[in-house]
């Protein structure tokens, strides 16, 4: 079982997209006995609040529930419970390992670092364009996905 974390500074629009859209495209695989995922945030100012307006649309036209989602900060002991840490951006990551203590066992990344074109994934709570952050995570989850396939020959 390998397990995954989508980190973002709130957990209310990039990570919680990110979860939701790789949960998904693991579902579609069959492989959700394999891969799990949750996500969190590097900031505690969204705990408990829903997930912002702008990700749930495009999560739902994608026919993607996020319903019972609600924003958490990421700990200490997440870092030992899952085996990805996956940053929207390398303020995230900065963050993480701030949080964690470290990355001795290099578990902290972002998501583009997977794909072809390495990046930050903009916060669209800034932009106000979900559209391409959707796009981009898409990129960035369809980079992990085969990444995880190809480390662990599932």
Same mark, same amino acid.
């Given at each position: 079982m390998i397990k995954i974390l989508f980190v973002c500074h709130g957990n209310i629009c990039r990570?919680?997209?990110?979860?939701?859209?790789?949960?998904?495209?693991v579902i579609k695989q069959g492989r959700e006995k394999e891969i799990i995922c949750?996500?969190?945030?590097?900031?505690?100012? +969204?705990?408990g609040n829903p997930v912002h307006p702008g990700t !749930?649309?495009?999560l739902n036209e994608m026919g993607i529930s996020c319903r019972e989602k609600r924003a958490r900060k990421m700990s200490r002991v997440d870092y030992q +419970?899952?085996?990805l840490?996956?940053?929207?951006?390398? !303020?995230?990551c900065i963050h993480m390992q701030r949080i964690c203590g470290g990355d001795p066992e290099g578990k902290i990344r972002r998501l583009l670092d997977y794909g072809k074109?390495?990046?930050?994934?903009?916060d669209p709570w800034y932009t106000g364009n979900f559209d391409v952050t959707r796009q981009d995570v898409i990129e960035g989850c369809e980079a992990l996905l085969d990444a995880i396939k190809?480390?662990?020959k599932i």
């Open positions: 990570s919680p997209m990110a979860e939701f859209i790789f949960r998904d495209m949750a996500s969190a945030a590097v900031s505690d100012e +969204e705990w !749930r649309r495009v +419970e899952y085996d840490l996956i940053g929207m951006e390398q !303020r995230n074109n390495p990046r930050d994934i903009a190809a480390m662990v």
